[in-house]
C-alpha cells in the first residue's frame, strides 16, 4: 500500500510539473529578461550555478586569502495576467 502511495504521488507530480512547464519558460538568472511570464499565482524559482573565486593578497607582511562565492537567484510570481514580480 505504501509503495502505491509513493508511486501515486510521483506521477501527479511530474504530471504536475509538466502541464506547469508546457504553459510557462524559465529565464536564466543573470541573463536579462526572458519572453515567458508567470502564470497569475503561481511562484518560480530559477537558480544560476555559483562562481566562485580565490585570491591571496599580502598587506603588512600577513597572507590574506579569500574566497567569494557569487550566485544568481531570482524569485518569480504572476500578478496579472501579462504582468509578474521579479525578485532576487
Known sequence: MRTFQI???ALTAVAAGSTFAAEF???RPGSGF???I???GKLAWE???PSATYTETTVDGVKEKTVTVNE???FRTGLADGLELQLG
Open 72 to 74: 544568481d537567484m531570482l
Open 38 to 40: 508567470t502564470p497569475v
Open 25 to 27: 519558460s524559465f529565464d
Open 7 to 9: 508511486l501515486t504521488f
Open 34 to 36: 526572458g519572453t515567458g
Open 47 to 49: 537558480q544560476g550555478l
